[in-house]
């Protein structure tokens, strides 16, 4: 199995931006003004992380999934500010969304929001998973502590996405890998498998 990259990302963004025909700013008027009542994913990342956002979100959209991503779907209600009123915005779009996926890259520990995001998100309805992109060079994962927590998505042979449980190592320094140790992604988002979240042994 294989991650997301940031170059082939941005590659996407571009291709995604040049076949509408419009400016990258054009494509995203136009997807704001398409807000749907349900997503099947909310997408939290950093704007920082702009056209590999954009690649990732274009990537989901066609495999054929509905995405909420902030700047791009409720491009005039939320903003890099920390308000009630976008906070409000982001709970309600969360409250609409099957799964939070939370876009990790070299950016992601500046975001003023991401960590507000999956926490609520973790309480409130529980179906969290890491979408790493990496570098070009890096072809292992291993996010921050609190990111172990979670299952991660990687990419099968046929380019579809599959859902991981982490390998974990308990206290007593005996490492773990559950089985079933992956499913996929529309099993994992319609509860027909496990949670895929590692255990405590």
């Not at 920390?82 to 609409?96: F, K, Q, Y």
């Not at 890259?105 to 309480?123: I, K, N």
Request: charged share 25%; glycine share 8%; aromatic share 10%.
């Amino acid at each position: 199995m294989t991650f997301l990259t940031e170059e082939s990302m941005r590659q996407r963004a571009r291709e995604w931006v040049q076949r509408a025909g419009q400016s990258a700013d054009e494509l995203l008027k136009r997807q704001s003004t398409q807000s749907l009542t349900r997503y099947n994913v909310f997408l939290s990342q950093t704007a920082r992380d702009a056209e590999i956002v954009l690649g990732v979100y274009s990537f989901l959209v066609e495999k054929g999934l509905t995405v909420f991503c902030d700047w791009i779907t409720a491009r005039n209600e939320t903003g890099a500010q920390v308000t009630p009123a976008n906070a409000e915005t982001i709970r309600s779009a969360m409250s609409a969304s099957d799964t939070l996926l939370f876009i990790d890259t070299e950016q992601a520990e500046q975001s003023r929001w991401m960590c507000w995001e999956l926490g609520w998100f973790d309480g409130g309805k529980g179906l969290v998973g890491v979408l790493p992109v990496l570098p070009e060079a890096k072809r292992s994962y291993r996010g921050r502590e609190f990111l172990g927590l979670y299952p991660y998505i990687e990419l099968n042979e046929v380019g579809e996405l599959m859902v991981v449980r982490p390998i974990v190592t308990n206290s007593r320094g005996i490492t773990i890998i559950e089985s079933p140790n992956s499913t996929g992604f529309d099993h994992w988002r319609a509860g027909q498998s496990v949670s895929m979240r590692p255990r405590n042994f």
